[in-house]
């Protein structure tokens, strides 16, 4: 298959997707059924026949997140160079454990992470890693974080401290630090939930002040987490006045910008990022505004030898260290075996270069003021403030389940609902593809109003 034969299939795919439905209507049972039926793999069937079927199965059966009018969480249409990416990696399956046994990936990936930490504003020396996603990031943050705190805890665990370390965030920071609470010994009563102000960012008095208490009570705060982009509200944390807290209070700031990171680099943008740059650990998806395929995330930290530190570990049946400042990925990640994760970003940048990817990302925010503007015409009431392309809203009277289900039983757009604060449940609108157009908004606002 030539690179045209992938293009036009691509080509297929995505207009198919386009011109189709959104949301399936099927139960798990009709599923099951339909494999039992099919793959019982007792005896060899057809290649072609197979992918087809998988594919039928993936255009019945599944949301179409790639559809221009899927508004929902932070699921993009991705990029052709991005796809045909994971094809070549899947092809020569490179092996990143270790910088000797796939000198070329690492260079990839080394390079392609200095760019963007660079943008981020880190310094020369400091170190990032491509992960599975936003979780591995903010998890390896928190160990990284613990590490550097309690030089003790990677050799005797946190029995062996003589206080309970504590982490700070708001209740709209990614619950993965919850699980990650867990997975790390912390426990999830080691987190404490600050107060958020009016536009749901976080109360930097009321962070003040519950450090304050918990050190009064003998316990050890440590981390702080601001977020860029939250998941219900797109909310951009005051970063500057966190950075300059952490400081004076010794404590590791970390910023989950696992979505809204990309705005980094968009010149309307990258303003309302301002402090990222003093942070000590960053996490980043290149599968969410990158327009990648999954998985992909990226972790950033300025304190090399505390990753090192971190993820340290020595084996005979592992080649030994490579010579020079090259650290092997399988001591510096909580990866060991590892795939080529960073090509599918490496690719799409240099396909489209910087200012490809700036016209994606700020056409995105255009889109979401776009969908502000209609709204508000058309009546609707828009409860959340932020830069970015996620608008919140409701009108009185608006059942959200109910009207969701309509929303979806026509086929008009995907929207989730979500409650921020103690409020009543709203509707959630993201736009995460760089082929949503203004015509598709205008069109989805006209027929919301028809289900009202």
Known sequence: MTLDDVRRVVANVEADIASGPIVPTVTPQEIRSYLASRYDFTKPLALDDICADVQRMLRTWQVQVTHPRYFGLFNPSVTLASIIADAVVAMYNPQLATWRTSPAANEIERHTLAWLMGKFGFPADAIASFTSGGAEANLSAVIVALT?????YGERGLRSLSASPTVYLTAEAHH????????????????????TDRE???????LARRVAEDRRSGHAPFMVVGT??????????????LARFCRSEGLWFHVDAAWGGA???????RGHLAGIDTADSITCDAHKWFSVPMAAGMFFCRHRDAVGEAFRVETSYMPGKTAGPVLDPYTT?????????????????????ESGYIEMIEHQARMGDVLREALTRAGWRVVNATPLPLVCFTRDGLVTAKFLAALYQRQIAWMSEVRLGDDAPVLRACITSFRTTASDIEWVVREMGRLT
Do not use: C, M, Y
């Open 176 to 195: 993965s630090f919850s699980k990650i609470a867990h997975l790390t010994g912390l426990g999830r009563r080691s987190i404490r939930t600050v107060a």
């Open 263 to 269: 705005a980094i680099i968009a010149p309307s943008l």
């Open 148 to 152: 550097r705190a309690f030089p003790e």
């Open 200 to 206: 749901l960012k976080l109360d930097l008095g009321d």
């Open 333 to 353: 990640s909580v990866q060991w075996s590892r795939r080529f994760i960073g090509l599918k970003l490496f690719l799409a940048l240099a396909q489209h270069g």
């Open 228 to 241: 860029v982009g939250t998941t219900g509200a797109g909310v951009i944390d005051p970063l500057p006045e």
